[in-house]
């Protein structure tokens, strides 16, 4: 496995297997890998002739109020996990690499980006975009891996590859959870006992959400009321927000006649958890 | 030769000559070539394995007063040019095959778009990056050819190629001149016969300012004066800009220790003619 910091280096290596006709599978990230990360690489794996992980703390997409010097980093330990699990390359570009000089021309997100979580972080997608288009130039993928659980950003990099015609596939991969059902995170470990008993509700009240479309339910507003409802009956965690939107669009839904996802963001003591699913119009799952 | 309409059937096209090995050079224009469009063409055919033309008049690049209906058409003309030059793709969409939605990622120019003409034209340069990302995206060159008679959009392409890490070489093409100096534009035909006749001391006028340079003079007020009454003295027509700026970043400049571009626009009766030089800091050629 090559650990690489150069965008040359790296695409004089990408462009070669372009032309030797390999097919290559991205999975960007910000390192500090978890086991959600390891699954799209895994996906990466299965499906590609050659696997490229990046890993890069992008300070494009951090708010002026949100802590970048504290994110966590362990490169040793990424590594080991890229080995493990076969990648060919690691990028490990430095923030001097990535941003030499300040930008000429700039990306902004028009849609989708002002909802969700997107509402409380202006600008973060603005810099995800950025540093993706960057990534996708250099990395040159055919395939690019994105985790369900953060399902805005995966409709906007469906928008900007649609937008753009990147030739690169977009693969979804579904969340992976623990056995009761909580989506994995690196921040379950901040929740206390009692919260990390009651934080299964999260996803089943997805689920009973899901089970009133299933049933007929067209309208956004009781499903969403009813899931909100069920949820806080069951979590003294304090709801951020339960929306229904058109996915990918993320536009406000009133009738269910299209897919959409029911989003979920709860506050506990120490953490924010996150959750989702995405439903066919008929409550069946779209995307896992 | 092929003329295509549709992105997936370009995108399968270059993708499969990427695969080959095949080297793509790219020549994105707004169609009714002129002989400036055939010298890029003749260095991309000269330069590659496969040569891509393409034809697309951008409504997203014209402002709201500039008449993008009006716009001059000749698609067979195009098309034969094309073909006798020996270019292998032809690619032509349609408004709604390049633009089918709103788009929800969108480009701003920062730096290099509000001087010289982009002073006038608010919005032309946003247009100008958002298709030639698509078309990158679509074509998939090794080397995209530009001609430096419209230095601005050399410039701006520049700055898009490298903020976004494309893996394209841009290759800046001198000007095309008639025998006597006056840079090739179908508006050349515009001009009267006393207009016409005076023309060629544009050029002569950036010579005269390129020549002081070359004997130590390092003002750059004093160059663009006596480039303006040096031309001013040999035309009727009025002068819009002469302008001295850094190149590529296009920045005002006062010592001239750094390339530069030299650059002027002047109003005849029936065409504005634009032209330029850009000049090392020892006042010897650049670009051509």
Known sequence: ????????????????????????????????????????????????????????????????????????????????????????????????????????????????????????????????????????????????????????????????????????????VPTVREDDGLAKSSRNVNLTPTEREEAPAIQEALQYGQTLVKNGERSAEKVKDATRKFLDSRTHGKIDYIELLSYPELEPVTNINQPVILAVAVFYEKARLIDNVVLKSDGTVEIG
């Open 1 to 172: 496995m090559d650990v690489l910091e150069s965008v040359l280096a790296v695409q004089e290596r990408t462009s070669k297997w372009v032309r030797e006709g390999k097919s290559i599978g991205f999975v960007p990230t910000m390192g500090y890998l978890h086991e959600g990360h390891e699954q799209l690489i895994k996906e990466a794996r299965e499906e590609n002739d050659k696997v490229i992980l990046s890993i890069f703390v992008n300070p494009l997409q951090f708010g002026e109020n949100e802590d970048l010097d504290k994110y966590p980093r362990d490169n040793e330990h990424d590594q080991h996990v890229a080995e493990s699990l076969g990648v060919d390359m690691v990028f490990l570009p430095t923030e001097n690499t990535m941003y030499p000089d300040p930008l000429s021309v700039k990306l902004t997100v028009a849609r989708r980006a002002d909802v969700l979580c997107g509402k409380s972080r202006p600008g973060h997608f603005e810099g995800v975009v950025t540093v993706l288009t960057k990534l996708f130039n250099i990395c040159q993928p055919t395939k690019v891996y994105f985790g369900m659980k953060d399902a805005q950003q995966v409709a906007v990099v469906d928008a900007l590859l649609t937008d753009f015609n990147f030739p690169i596939r977009l693969v979804k």
